[in-house]
């Protein structure tokens, strides 16, 4: 997630950097120095050319769909024998990283009976990591056991069990809005643990690098309690002095939309600017909004918390407004002067998510998607369900998986410089693969793959294209400064010329 990517003091840019050292309780003197293993560097968060290799998942279930009452009439259940389809796909593509991840229609049941109330429940969502792919890694991992722990979520499922239309209930929606928020907020206060722990893990390591070359030990940094120990585990934005330069602590971060189906509602909870849409016949729904710091009600509460925003950044440096971890803006800066409440809410960058809800409409119900802004930096929620319906409808395409694949090659074609996960769940509505085609012919992804083969040449991909348009953006920024270089020699040697050149003496 590039664009909300801190530019200064950012952490791992991959969970298998971390530094762990030896038990931090063990007395230096017993330590054993580190055996061939080094502390990393900072390196550029871009690569040379993009890597291209997606993984991509596929599956689908029963649903049982729930019809709302409407007019005065009892809602009812629909056909039980539907599918719903699904896929994500994702690619690291420029980054040196990828720090995205994902949760797939997971079991959110841990008993038999929790099976059979919640059968035709399904959970998705999209991580959008930044600065280290821990804390999207994290999110994605604990997502579920989070969720069903929740009081709310336990409410939910007693309430379940008089039925369906209790998903349709004023009440059993006002659980699950809660459940999800609740979610959020302890995944927060999950990781903030995790990530401190990592940072002992890498204070320990230097420690004993400091030990290997006979350096000072009592150094404040490893000593606990004292400032300099403190600002590093309060996850202080201004690193102590005293610790040495370009040393990379963990601080990650991490967008996060999450879509909740119920027989009878879709619910989105949002934090950041991953994004969900919901495509119905002949129109596309939003089913998230981007946090950016710009924003009106953004801005706002940045300021009250006594932060700023300069060119669309938190503070200068963060590019949203709501995310997991990212705590300096959070716990790491509580005592500064600008501060005026310890509500998570009122962080200037806050977890706490906003939440839509949309009534399950069966006949106009098509798919919906969910994304990072790899995505939604070159594609509008109408661009996005276009392509989706022409590859549906027009072309005959049958496989959601490639859909997905289909989506990430046209960013990337529009060069979207960041990792890219595209996840599309398909309903009921959508009757898949009746596009008439003959047998022997290609169609959908793959022919749009042949058409490009023969357009641009059998060792032309969307890769190598914006690698040649990238080389070509560079070779024009070189003409231009080798211009202006010259422009400017130019301009100096002839100002030397007059200087040189004799005057002119009148007498008179």
Same mark, same amino acid.
């Given at each position: ?12 840019d ?5 530094? @762990? ?14 055996k061939?293993r080094?502390?990393?560097k ?17 599956? =689908?279930?029963?649903? #049982? ?6 007019n ?10 539907? %599918? ?5 796909? =994702?690619?690291?593509?420029? $980054?040196? @990283?990828?720090?995205?991840? @994902? ?8 008993n ?5 109330? #919640? ?17 999207? %890694? ?78 000072d ?129 009122? @962080? ?71 990792n890219?996960?595209?996840? #599309? +769940?398909?309903?009921?509505? +959508? ?6 085609? %003959?047998?022997?012919s ?31 953006? $560079?070779n ?33």
């Amino acid at each position: 997630m590039g664009n909300a990517e801190s530019h200064a003091g950012s952490g791992n840019d991959n969970q298998k950097n971390h530094w @762990h050292g030896s038990n931090p309780e063990v007395a230096p003197s017993m330590r054993s120095p580190p055996k061939g293993r080094q502390l990393q560097k900072r390196s550029s968060s871009h690569l040379d050319e993009p890597v291209i290799n997606k993984v991509t998942e596929r599956g =689908e279930a029963d649903v #049982i769909l729930f019809s709302p009452p409407s007019n005065g009439r009892e809602g009812h259940e629909g056909d039980g024998n539907s %599918k719903l389809r699904y896929a994500v796909s =994702e690619m690291q593509g420029w $980054r040196s @990283h990828m720090e995205d991840a @994902h949760v797939l229609n997971p079991n959110l049941a841990s008993n038999s009976q929790q099976a059979m109330l #919640i059968k035709d429940h399904h959970l998705f969502a999209v991580f959008d990591g930044h600065g280290g792919s821990f804390a999207s %890694k994290f999110c994605g991992k604990h997502l579920v056991s989070t969720l069903t722990a929740q009081k709310d979520w336990q409410a939910y499922l007693t309430l379940s069990s008089e039925g369906y239309k209790s998903s349709d209930s004023v009440k059993g929606l006002k659980f699950l809005k809660s459940a999800l928020t609740s979610t959020f907020l302890e995944l927060d206060t999950k990781l903030i643990e995790a990530q401190r722990k990592i940072r002992l893990d890498q204070l320990s390591q230097l420690e004993n690098l400091v030990y290997s070359v006979g350096g000072d030990l009592a150094h404040p940094i490893f000593l606990k309690g004292t400032q300099e120990h403190e600002k590093i585990m309060n996850f202080d934005r201004q690193y102590p002095s005293l610790l040495p330069p370009g040393i990379n602590l963990e601080r990650s971060g991490s967008t996060g939309v999450v879509v909740l189906i119920t027989p009878s509602h879709i619910i989105c909870a949002n934090a950041g600017d991953s994004r969900a849409i919901l495509s119905k016949k002949n129109k596309v729904l939003p089913l998230s909004f981007d946090h950016k710091p710009s924003n009106d009600v953004e801005l706002t509460r940045v300021e009250k918390d006594g932060g700023f925003v300069r060119n669309g950044r938190v503070d200068g440096d963060l590019a949203v407004s709501r995310s997991f971890g990212d705590f300096g803006y959070k716990f790491g800066n509580a005592t500064e002067s600008g501060r005026t409440s310890s509500e998570a809410k009122d @962080h200037r960058v806050t977890v706490h998510p906003d939440i839509l809800v949309y009534a399950r409409e069966p006949s106009n119900d098509e798919f919906l998607v969910l994304a990072c802004d790899g995505i939604w930096d070159r594609l509008s929620n109408k661009q996005c369900s276009d392509l989706v319906h022409s590859l549906v409808y027009c072309e005959g395409e049958t496989d959601v998986g490639l859909i997905c694949e289909e989506m990430i090659d046209t960013a990337l074609e529009l060069d979207s410089r960041d990792n890219m996960t595209f996840c #599309i +769940v398909m309903f009921p509505c +959508v009757k898949m693969g009746c596009q008439r085609t %003959k047998s022997s012919s290609l169609k959908g992804v793959m022919k749009r793959r042949l058409d490009r083969e023969n357009a641009w040449g059998l060792k032309s991909t969307p890769a190598k294209r914006a690698q040649e348009r990238v080389q070509e953006r $560079r070779n024009k920024q070189r003409q231009a400064l080798t211009k202006a270089h010259q422009t400017k020699l130019k301009v100096a040697s002839d100002s030397s010329s007059k200087e040189r050149r004799p005057k002119n003496i009148h007498r008179y």
